[in-house]
């Protein structure tokens, strides 16, 4: 049905399908169908979260929905059934499509059993559902949008009748999935450049032979990288430049092929900050780059930043990943960092951090690791928030090292 659909109204697309029996077992066909094609139209939400959770999807995507086409189908066809209906158990669709129906179309049963989709709930627990029910006497017949409980209940001779797709509704997901398709071609257009900095390995004589060493092997290990980037790599001294596309060096795929290179990088010692720019030319690409590594050097470990249309977000893979504007042009917050007597991006960073981890009580260690700053520095930013009024102190922290104790201050804002 999806095929006749789609070859008759989307001609230009050249579809491949990948069959499995079972919903559990969709992700194995999940990887052959993400190399061969560029987006994936699932038959149906079971199929879509099946493959979600034991597999990675990173192409485009969209589902083909049950929803009120696909009951009012059936229950025309149970009504005009020779034999008498009148109890009925539907899995798949909700109950406010249920009702829908029944307030909409004056369709009335003596009882009606429903068992809405859910992730967690397995294939089997829906076939048991109408086996039950059936094998009670609760029901005279079930609707279900599963292929294989279809099947199943039909070899059983239970009476059951299937969830289809209406013609609308394939091609309208199908729109969904081309304008995906094409939202993530433009988006993999643009040219992006990554800067990696080897920040702990420092010549000495003593060592000289161990950092060269390390280095050669980073060196072997990065190449890897690039090589599934598809990109071009230049070494200047200790910096490595890495040319590539936004789609490739921005997919899932390749962000976690660094990740790893990070760890590994950190097993030997090797401490590298990187950044990752995106950009229109190889300019501002470059510039976005080198903002993104100036933020990852002062991480004082391995870690790196993206920055894009003055965005910045990082450490990335980190529990602490934050995204916030470089420029802040909201006029309020600018009119609130004016009064306070702090940048900008400071207050853009603070309020990402509010908003990501809902804490909003600092001291003045929380607030320079957060801002990549002294601690003297942000003992100084803490009091312009408490000297403009947006803060408020709530006490001082208990402690058992030497010193006083620090101010945990509140911020408003």
């Known amino acids: 049905m999806i095929q006749k659909v789609v070859e008759a109204y989307c001609p230009e697309v050249h579809l491949f399908t990948y069959a499995e029996e079972k919903i559990t077992d969709a992700w194995r066909v999940l990887d052959q169908c993400q190399r061969e094609t560029s987006g994936t139209l699932f038959t149906g939400i079971g199929v879509q979260e099946s493959a979600r959770a034991m597999g990675q999807i990173i192409n485009p995507y969209e589902h083909i929905p049950r929803g ?33 129906i ?10 009606i059993y429903t068992m809405p989709f859910a992730p967690h709930v397995q294939e089997q627990d829906y076939e048991n559902h109408h086996l039950k029910l059936y094998r009670e006497g609760k029901i005279d017949a079930a609707i279900s949008g599963f292929g294989a409980v279809y099947e199943n209940l039909k070899q059983k001779q239970i009476p059951v009748f299937r969830l289809y797709p209406g013609s609308f509704q394939i091609r309208d997901n199908m729109g969904k999935l081309l304008d ?38 980073f060196y072997l290990e990065l190449l890897e990288y690039v090589r599934g980037l598809q990109g071009s790599l230049f070494h200047l001294g200790k910096e490595y430049v890495i040319y590539s596309t936004r789609g490739g060096i921005e997919s899932q795929i390749h962000m976690d092929h660094f990740k790893q290179l990070l760890l590994w990088a950190k097993k030997r010692k090797i401490v590298i900050a990187s950044g990752i720019g995106i950009g229109l030319t190889a300019f501002e690409a470059e510039k976005s780059a080198r903002k993104a590594l100036s933020n990852a050097g002062k991480l004082g470990k391995s870690g790196f930043y993206i920055v894009h249309d003055d ?55 929380d607030l320079a690791i957060c801002l990549g700053i002294s601690e003297r520095s942000a003992r100084r930013i803490l009091k312009k928030f408490l000297d403009s009024g947006h803060a408020k102190i709530l006490g ?13 201050i509140k911020l408003k804002i």
């Open 68 to 100: 009120t086409y696909s009951l009012i189908r059936a229950l025309w066809e149970l009504l005009h059934d020779k034999k008498k209906i009148n109890r009925i158990s539907i899995d798949v669709v909700t109950d406010a499509i249920l009702g829908d």
């Open 102 to 111: 029944k307030r909409e179309f004056d369709i009335n049963f003596e009882k």
């Open 180 to 217: 995906r398709i094409r939202a993530k071609t433009l988006r993999s257009a643009g040219i992006a450049i990554q800067i990696i900095n080897l920040n702990s390995i420092v010549q000495h004589s003593i060592n000289q032979y161990d950092d060269l060493k390390k280095e050669g092997q």
């Open 311 to 365: 965005q910045i977000r990082g450490p990335l893979g980190e529990n602490d990943e934050l995204g916030y504007p470089i420029q802040v042009s909201d006029a309020n917050n600018l009119k609130i960092s004016e009064k306070i007597g702090i940048n900008p991006s400071y207050l853009g960073k603070i309020k990402a951090l509010i908003l990501t981890t809902g804490k909003d009580t600092f001291d003045s260690n």
């Open 396 to 408: 001082k922290e208990t402690s058992h090292q030497v010193g006083r104790p620090k101010n945990l």
